[in-house]
């Protein structure tokens, strides 16, 4: 069982930076592939990025450039970098964690956290 608490979400202009982290309990941390969701409003949940076990990295294509993601295996701790951010990436944004299953896709996570909310203003 894992459980997993997203913080640093806010308000932020347009062009602006934010970094989320999300904190994972239990000490099998390393071995689950990680990834970040969004739901932007009226829409459904999207893929953001996720990271591997072995480090290999996925995101998606209106994210590429501009968000990072990234894992700290020693404090249990994965993070989104959010750099130039636009009004279309509000959203909230979700960590989830899995064992199988394609790293890009929802049915590839078995632990999802309640979220953090991220508002753009343009």
């Known amino acids: 069982q894992v459980q997993l608490v997203e913080s640093g979400g806010g308000l932020v202009q347009a062009g602006g930076s934010l970094r989320l982290s999300c904190a994972a309990s239990g000490r099998t941390f390393s071995s689950y592939a990680m990834g970040w969701f969004r739901r932007p409003p009226g829409k459904e949940r999207e893929f953001v990025a996720a990271?591997?076990?072995?480090?290999?990295?996925y995101y998606a294509d209106s994210v590429k450039g501009r968000l990072t993601i990234s894992r700290d295996n020693a404090k249990n701790t994965l993070y989104l970098q959010m750099n130039s951010l636009k009004p279309e990436d509000t959203a909230v944004y979700y960590c989830?964690?899995?064992?199988?299953?394609?790293?890009?896709?929802?049915?590839?996570?078995?632990?999802w956290g309640l979220g953090t909310q991220v508002t753009v203003s343009s």
């Open positions: 989830a964690a899995g064992v199988t299953g394609s790293p890009t896709s929802r049915g590839g996570y078995d632990y």
């Open positions: 990271i591997s076990w072995s480090g290999g990295i």
